[in-house]
Antibody
Framework: EVQLVESGGVVVQQGGSLRLSCAAS????????MLWVRQAPGKGLEWVSL????????YYADSVKGRFTISRDNSKNSLNLQMTSLRTEDTALYYC???????????????WGQGTLVTVSS | DFVMTQSPDSLAVSLGGRATINCKSS????????????LAWYQQKPGQPPKLLIY???TRESGVPDRFSGSGSGTDFTLTISSLQAEDAAVYYC??????????FGQGTKLEIK
């Protein structure tokens, strides 16, 4: 069974930094693109970032480019999101997400964690 | 960027009835070389993460009841839920994965069961 467990969400002041982590299990981690998707309170889904299965390529939403950095450690089956220069509009539930197709960047999302809440206060 | 627009924003359908949710993409998500539509549907119940229902516009994810079906091609897609059950009450999202970045979602459609 695929499990994705996020951690690291806290209340942080505007301008601050935070590191989110996701522990993955139940699948061959280094075969899949991994992503972060966020959801502001009461709002819809917004894709944030992705990293390919080998860590060779990363992509970011314009709203976080230059402030967030995605990384993965395939030896530890872990995914991370380093967040800096946080803004109040970054307040959201951050989901760790698994790509649906092996070794594919362009893919649907087939498994989601429960999410970790990041609150940026002013 | 591809803009995904769902309609309606919300709907209420009777138990046992049929719900139809539409999704329109600002550009075609049909890849001509493999004739596949790069569109997925997700269900999100309150307090839960989204759950994949359908990919390639019409392929049901393993374990998803056959009451859920996806159709359409190019820019216009439909999620149909037949024989509605109480547990189908949720917000439904479409998503394109044809052109990234960014992956883009529709705004969501809230389904209420009467």
């Amino acid at each position: 069974e695929v499990q994705l467990v996020e951690s690291g969400g806290v209340v942080v002041q505007q301008g601050g930094s935070l590191r989110l982590s996701c522990a993955a299990s139940g699948f061959i981690f280094d075969d899949y693109t991994m992503l972060w998707v966020r959801q502001a309170p009461g709002k819809g889904l917004e894709w944030v970032s992705l990293i390919t299965w080998d860590g060779g390529a990363t992509y970011y939403a314009d709203s976080v480019k230059g402030r967030f950095t995605i990384s993965r450690d395939n030896s530890k089956n872990s995914l991370n999101l380093q967040m800096t220069s946080l803004r109040t509009e970054d307040t959201a539930l951050y989901y760790c997400v698994k790509g649906g197709m092996e070794m594919a960047t362009i893919t649907w999302f087939d498994n989601w964690g429960q999410g970790t809440l990041v609150t940026v206060s002013s | 960027d591809f803009v995904m627009t769902q309609s309606p924003d919300s709907l209420a359908v009777s138990l046992g009835g049929r719900a139809t949710i539409n999704c329109k993409s600002s550009q075609s998500v049909l890849f001509s070389s493999n004739n596949k539509n790069y569109l997925a549907w997700y269900q999100q119940k309150p307090g839960q993460p989204p759950k994949l229902l359908i990919y390639w516009a019409s392929t049901r994810e393993s374990g998803v009841p056959d009451r859920f079906s996806g159709s359409g091609s190019g820019t216009d897609f439909t999620l149909t839920i037949s024989s509605l059950q109480a547990e189908d009450a949720a917000v439904y999202y479409c998503q394109q994965y044809y052109s990234i970045p960014p992956y883009t979602f529709g705004q969501g459609t809230k389904l209420e069961i009467k």
